[in-house]
């Protein structure tokens, strides 16, 4: 369950899912890895304008990294601290 809401503010770090490859774009959504990135803009309740900002899908443009941008709802966002306890969680699992 997502942890994001209402109060995520523009600059925010988060995780979101979004494809590293081709191939995990056209597979199922769910599936797609949680990748570092921060709000952009809020674009409504439950919409955010997110800066996907990894290593493996930087660009160049005139001398500069450039990272894709893309639109998600709360679905497809999380925290970070949310990685972090939900690996927490699996290891105290018997």
């Known amino acids: ?8 503010a523009e600059d925010s770090w988060v995780e979101v899912r979004y ?9 199922d959504r ?11 803009s ?3 309740p ?6 996907v900002q990894t290593p493996e899908l ?7 990294a450039v ?7 709360a679905s497809e966002l999380r925290y970070p601290e949310a990685e972090a306890e939900a690996e927490r969680e699996a290891e105290a699992e018997p």
């Not at 369950?1 to 995520?8: H, K, P, V």
């Not at 494809?19 to 597979?27: D, H, K, V, Y």
């Not at 930087?58 to 500069?64: I, K, L, S, T």
């Open 30 to 40: 769910a599936a797609w890895p949680w990748l570092p990135g921060w709000v952009v």
């Open 67 to 73: 990272y894709p941008v893309c639109f998600r709802d």
């Open 1 to 8: 369950m997502s942890d994001i809401n209402a109060a995520a």
């Open 19 to 27: 494809p590293l490859t081709s191939e995990q774009e056209r597979g």
């Open 46 to 51: 439950d919409e955010w304008e997110i800066c």
């Open 58 to 64: 930087a660009a160049e443009h005139e001398g500069e």
């Open 42 to 44: 809020i674009c409504g």
